[in-house]
């Protein structure tokens, strides 16, 4: 099932960075998300497959309090961070975010340089001190968007000028500059052709080494080729979650076989 | 699909033949575009119409008919002058002697005397002399040439206003007059250029409309600008912040939005008596005063700005919101450093339409007494500016438009090609700020 080839990296991925006990979100009267359990392991990209209005992407903006910004949307459960519930009253969502990065569908760059793209979460955070700290953040966050050799001669040209997969690179970038634990990602590749997403999907199999990098995708070759766990979804449930290769090889639930074999999505 | 249906044969129809349904189509869209080229062919025909009656109306407004004098100005006469009671009478005195020397020099006979011949002259023309005199001392005892405005009827038939028949009513010019006016024009006593006066002077009484000017009514219409600057920007662009980001979405901010659009539809008199009693009666500030114009015009633009920036801010792409809060800032963070700085181009370009709109307001200022004859001098202090009674352009026309002498109906006219051209000027700066800031890169 794997169509290319990555290189396999030995990594630990026993940790649980995330872990979801019972939770549900409703839009409105909508039950969008039905008593979901899952564990999401440090190192591990993880993917959410299912077909379109699963709620994979539902339950991923739940993952850094994104959907808070939704007046109609209600979240019940516990979503536990490093063991920590991130719906406490106590939590900051702000603060959760700068843990939890996100990378959206559509690359979203702000109207200014690629250096200021890059330098903004760095600079609200304070972290740090001064221009030459936040010049290496940037190009350490560059470095490892896996763009840093395409922009480094023109940091100060706008980053809406780059083309699509730059400008989807730079938001990666952008959102490992505050040094997150978890890395969201929103079909970071629907808006992209097949060799920019060639090269994003690389780039996500080494922020593995880093980061837990959580991926909705609705290509399930791509969640085939970059995770090692799939979680899939539909209408609202988690039907299956396992490792990659199980899932795809030999799924236990016949409807996990129906979506991936193409007969239902 | 059946057997039958694959099996029954095609009607044969050509591509180069129109059938009937497309031409009724095609002939339906020619007739839109027939009504569309007609609406916005009336629509130009009025504008031209207006443009062509603005400026036929309003250009002459802009030149004066003057009667310049030679005149040597003697310390003693000036002296004996400021000690008289009638002070400015014994200036006049002065200008007929001017003008009786003049008309001699010139070779002009007649047999009026100093007082007729006074009537050609605006009946300001001995204030006139004695400002400048008291102005530049250091002109006397040495000849100096003097414009003085001459009246408006003399004014008024060198602008083809005023013929020999109209003044047959006319009890201070008579047919002789003019008769004289045309021997001093061929002498070059008697001429018609631009008049400054216009522009920069301040409103005059009923009987001299050659004195007239728009330029303190200006000033005044500056300092409520700048009150409506000050007060409505800020005020408005909070508030639609607050209400488009932060404010929850519920009945009570649906109130409040339905009312906001309500608002922009009161008619501005109501904002004016809500002025007149708000501001005025209740917080007793000083009537006619720029200052409270300014502050009722802010009620009335608020909700036009209002209006504006919310469309602005709701046009700014959600993603950029998700970008910024994607990375861990907070909401008002994302406002302010991302949302805010696109929306601005359309920000500034309603605050602008929503000032020009308040420039040319007239009934708000109506009710709290900034129309009539108010101003006759420069306000001095800042202070004064705000507090001190004054007028505004928009009041300045309506009360010149009332007013019964022709000669104001037309200063009417040019008040307005200049209204119109600052309404034109805030409009480019708005076309110009929005280019300037749309979408910088």
């Known amino acids: 099932m794997k169509d290319t080839t990555v290189t396999e990296r030995a990594v630990q991925m026993d940790d649980i960075k995330i872990s979801a006990r019972g939770v549900q979100v409703y839009y409105g009267d909508n039950h969008a998300i039905k008593d979901v359990n899952v564990d999401i392991a440090d190192k591990t990209v993880t993917a959410f497959i299912g077909p379109s209005g699963c709620g994979k992407s539902t339950f991923l903006r739940c993952l850094n309090r994104m959907n808070d910004t939704i007046d109609v949307c209600r979240v019940e459960g516990d979503i536990l961070l490093d063991g920590e519930d991130i719906y406490d009253r106590r939590v900051d969502p702000v603060q959760l975010r700068a843990k939890v990065g996100m990378v959206f569908q559509k690359p979203n760059p702000f109207p200014k340089s690629i250096y200021d793209n890059v330098a903004y979460g760095p600079r609200i955070h304070g972290l740090a001190r001064n221009k030459a700290d936040l010049d290496e953040i940037v190009e350490k966050a560059l470095r490892r968007g896996a763009i840093w050799d395409e922009v480094k001669d023109r940091l100060h040209a706008p980053g809406t000028g780059l083309s699509g997969g730059q400008q989807q690179r730079l938001c990666i970038a952008r959102a490992v500059a505050t040094e997150p634990e978890v890395l969201l990602m929103d079909e970071p590749c629907s808006a992209l052709d097949p060799i920019a997403t060639a090269q994003v999907e690389e780039l996500i199999d080494e922020l593995r080494t880093r980061y837990s990098v959580v991926i909705v995708t609705h290509s399930m070759q791509q969640a085939a080729r970059v995770s090692q766990r799939t979680a899939f979804f539909h209408l609202g449930n988690l039907v299956e979650y396992g490792d990659t290769d199980q899932i795809f090889t030999n799924p236990e639930d016949s409807r996990t076989e129906a979506y991936i074999s193409g007969r239902i999505g | ?441």
Not at chain 2, 5 to 17: H, Y
Not at chain 2, 55 to 78: C, D, H, K, P
Not at chain 2, 126 to 137: E, K, Q, S
Not at chain 2, 408 to 426: H, K, P, Q, S, T
């Open chain 2, 1 to 441: 699909m059946t057997d039958t249906d694959a099996n029954t044969p095609r009607r044969k129809s050509s591509l180069l033949e129109l059938d009937a349904r497309t031409r009724k189509r095609n002939a339906a869209e020619t007739r839109f575009k027939v009504y569309g080229l007609i609406a916005v062919g009336i629509g130009l025909a009025f504008l031209l119409a207006l443009m062509v009656a603005i400026i036929s109306n309003g250009t002459r407004a802009f030149t004066q008919t003057f009667i310049t004098v030679e005149m040597t100005l003697t310390a003693e006469e000036i002296e004996a002058a400021e000690a008289s009671v009638l002070k400015t009478g014994k200036y006049k005195e002065m200008v007929g002697t001017a003008i009786e020397t003049a008309l001699g020099r010139a070779g002009i006979d007649t047999d009026m005397d100093q007082k007729t011949l006074l009537l050609m002259l605006s009946s300001s023309a001995g204030a006139d002399l004695r400002d400048y005199v008291l102005a530049n001392p250091e002109m006397l005892d040495q000849p100096l040439t003097f414009d003085f405005l001459a009246s408006s009827r003399v004014d008024g038939y060198l602008k083809g206003r005023v013929t020999r028949e109209s003044l047959s009513e006319d009890k201070n010019l008579d047919a002789a007059h003019l008769d004289l006016v045309d021997q001093m024009r061929d002498a070059g006593i008697v001429e018609r250029r631009f008049n400054w006066r216009f522009i920069t002077g301040a409103d005059a009484s009923e009987s001299r409309p050659e004195a007239a000017g728009m330029g303190l009514s200006m000033i005044g219409s500056l300092f409520m600008m700048l009150v409506v600057l000050a007060c409505a920007l800020p005020i408005g662009v909070a508030a639609s912040i607050y209400l488009e980001e932060f404010a929850p979405k519920n009945r009570f901010t649906d109130l409040i939005e339905v009312n906001i659009s309500n608002l922009a539809a009161v008619p501005s008199i109501v904002f004016g008596i809500l002025g007149l009693a708000v501001f005025i009666q209740v917080a007793h500030l000083p009537q006619s005063a720029p200052l409270v114009g300014g502050l009722t015009l802010t009620l009335m633009t608020l909700p036009t700005i209002v209006i504006s920036t919310r469309a602005s801010l709701k046009a700014v792409p959600p993603s950029i919101r998700d970008a910024a809060l994607g990375v861990g800032a907070s909401k008002m963070q994302a406002t302010f450093h991302h949302v805010l700085p696109l929306a601005m181009p359309g920000i500034l370009t309603g605050t602008i339409i929503g000032l020009a709109q308040a420039l040319g307001e007239t009934a708000p200022l109506l009710l709290i007494g900034m129309v009539g004859f108010i101003a006759t001098n420069a306000p001095e202090t800042l202070a004064d500016g705000f507090l001190a009674p004054n007028s505004a352009m928009p009041a300045q026309i309506y009360e010149w438009a009332k007013r019964a002498d022709p000669a104001y109906y037309e200063r009417a006219w040019g008040g307005i090609i200049i209204l119109l051209v600052f309404l034109l000027a805030m409009n480019f700066v708005a076309i110009l700020l929005r280019r300037r800031f749309e979408r910088r890169w």
